[in-house]
C-alpha cells in the first residue's frame, strides 16, 4: 500500500512561484516513476510533469515546459514540482501519482498511475 499526501498549493498572482511537495509512504516508493497531473473545473485530469525513480530522466506537458521543474528525494519519499511564471491557465487541483509497473520510463497517461494523492488546490489570479 502507498500513500501520498500533496502540500504547498495556495493562490499566487501571474509571474509567482510555488513549491508542490508529495510524500509518500510505503516501501516501494524509491523504485517507482512518479508524476504530477492537474485538473481545472469541467476539464480532464492531464499531465503535468513525471520523473523516473533515479531522477535521471524527466518529461513535461508542453504548456509548463522551461517554467516548471520535478524532482524527488528518495531519502525523504518525497517528490517536488517547482512551479514558477505562473499563468492563469495554471489554475487546477494538483495530483502525484505512483506507478507500480516497472516501468523505465516515466509515463504520461493518466491510466498507468496505480495510486493518487488527495490533490492540492493552486489558484493563480492575473
Known amino acids: 500500500q502507498v500513500q501520498l499526501v500533496e502540500s504547498g498549493g495556495g493562490l499566487v498572482q501571474a509571474g509567482g512561484s510555488l513549491r508542490l511537495s508529495c510524500a509518500a509512504s510505503?516501501?516501494?516508493?524509491?523504485?517507482?516513476?512518479m508524476g504530477w497531473f492537474r485538473q481545472a473545473p469541467g476539464k480532464e485530469r492531464e499531465f503535468v510533469a513525471a520523473?523516473?525513480?533515479?531522477?535521471?530522466?524527466?518529461d513535461y506537458a508542453d504548456s509548463v515546459k522551461g517554467r516548471f521543474t520535478i524532482s524527488r528525494d528518495n531519502a525523504k519519499s518525497t517528490v517536488y514540482l517547482q512551479m514558477n511564471s505562473l499563468k492563469p491557465e495554471d489554475t487546477a487541483v494538483y495530483y502525484c501519482?505512483?506507478?507500480?509497473?516497472?516501468?523505465?520510463?516515466?509515463?504520461?497517461?493518466?491510466?498507468?498511475?496505480?495510486?493518487w494523492g488527495q490533490g492540492t488546490q493552486v489558484t493563480v489570479s492575473s
Open positions: 501519482a505512483v506507478t507500480l509497473r516497472g516501468a523505465t520510463v516515466p509515463p504520461r497517461v493518466r491510466y498507468e498511475y496505480d495510486y
Open positions: 510505503g516501501r516501494t516508493f524509491n523504485r517507482q516513476p
Open positions: 520523473i523516473a525513480w533515479s531522477g535521471g530522466s524527466t
